[in-house]
């Protein structure tokens, strides 16, 4: 039987060649008369269809259908800090017969002005009115100290406020308090006052000392409390 031959064209002149498989891949040349320009012959080749690969451990014999990727949700942020209280000095009850004291001696002060005015003793007028200015200032000064002293406990830390002039706050997570403890005499137990000292871990801040805090059991068991992970 004789062979089956393989019908080329030649690229120049598109003219049709049969020649025989066994010459493929050689350089023949081209059997037109007006052409005859040699030319490489290459033999033709076919791609195979990709195959459809199945998972081993369908049971079914189909494919199975997979889930579509959902999208990583977003980690959740961390809660808002909030102030849960604040805490200020009380002066008289902490030191009631200290402010007794310098209101006495303003009004010490005060009489002796009085008896300048009516019956003309200047100095014991002069006196009264230095010894009433120095209580009175002393006395403003303490209490403006006070006011403008505040501790506030938050979610995540405690904050400490002070100065009147010139004010600065020290703020102490409560990873790094160590232990609390309330100082109290008998007399400040019955005013429900007292002074609250912080041990921490930090070196430039290991103990702090807050005075006159009312109720300084609460908030000593509200700081162990919320330092507590």
């Not at 459809?52 to 800090?81: F, K, N, T």
């Amino acid at each position: 039987m004789p062979a089956q031959l393989l019908t080329y064209r030649c690229p120049f002149c598109r003219h049709a060649i049969d020649v025989d498989p066994a010459l493929a891949e050689q350089t023949v040349t081209c059997a037109n008369p007006e052409c005859g320009k040699p030319f490489h012959l290459e033999v033709p080749t076919v791609k195979p269809t990709p195959t459809l690969i199945v998972p081993p451990d369908l049971s079914d014999g189909r494919a199975q259908e997979h889930e579509p990727v959902r999208p990583a949700e977003p980690a959740p942020e961390a809660p808002a800090e909030k102030d849960l209280h604040t805490i200020s000095p009380v002066m008289f009850r902490r030191y009631p017969f200290r402010c007794s004291g310098y209101v006495a001696v303003i009004a010490a002060g005060l009489v002796c002005v009085g008896f300048w005015l009516v019956d003309g003793w200047l100095a014991l007028g002069v006196l009264g009115i230095v010894v009433a200015a120095v209580a009175g200032f002393r006395l403003f000064s303490w209490a403006l100290r006070n006011r403008t002293t505040a501790l506030t406990l938050t979610t995540r830390r405690i904050i400490l406020k002070a100065g009147s002039l010139t004010s600065h706050s020290t703020e102490i997570p409560y990873k790094d308090i160590r232990d609390v403890q309330v100082h109290q005499g008998m007399f400040n137990r019955l005013m429900k006052v007292g002074d609250l000292t912080l041990f921490t871990r930090m070196p430039d801040k290991g103990q702090i000392l807050v005075m006159a805090i009312p109720d300084p059991e609460g908030v000593a068991a509200e700081i162990r409390k919320l330092r507590t992970p």
